[in-house]
């Protein structure tokens, strides 16, 4: 099985930037791709970002385009989450996710393995 570690979370003001990460380790012979949910306080866990093993077709939700970027390391076994302008509205646990298959999905429901999460906190 994989295991899934986040790590680079922290406190950042708003306007403010930070880059996440997730480790993935273990063996499979199963193809995945890897992606970030995020759950608020008092809110449902939702999609943020995801991307496929070649690193070509990134997905992203409506609300972090054109702020976040998420970016693959093969070699690591790496993920990242790039985020800018981060918003007060971003604060959130943000969790790792693996999708075993060859296509990203928006729905945790699909999701086959998740890591601890790592609190984003972007005060005002």
């Known amino acids: 099985q994989v295991q899934l570690v986040e790590s680079g979370g922290g406190l950042v003001q708003a306007g403010g930037s930070l880059t996440i990460s997730c480790a993935a380790s273990?063996?499979?012979?199963?193809?995945?791709?890897l992606g970030w949910f995020r759950q608020a306080p008092g809110k449902e866990r939702e999609f943020v970002a995801a991307i496929t093993t070649d690193g070509s077709k990134p997905d992203y939700a409506d609300s972090d385009k054109g702020r976040f970027t998420i970016s693959r390391d093969n070699a690591k076994n790496t993920i990242y989450l790039q985020m800018n302008s981060l918003k007060p509205e971003d604060t959130a646990v943000y969790y790792c996710a693996l999708n075993y298959g060859i296509y990203t999905s928006r729905t945790p429901n699909d999701m086959d393995s998740w890591g601890k999460g790592t609190l984003v906190t972007v005060s005002s």
């Open positions: 273990g063996r499979t012979t199963r193809r995945y791709t």
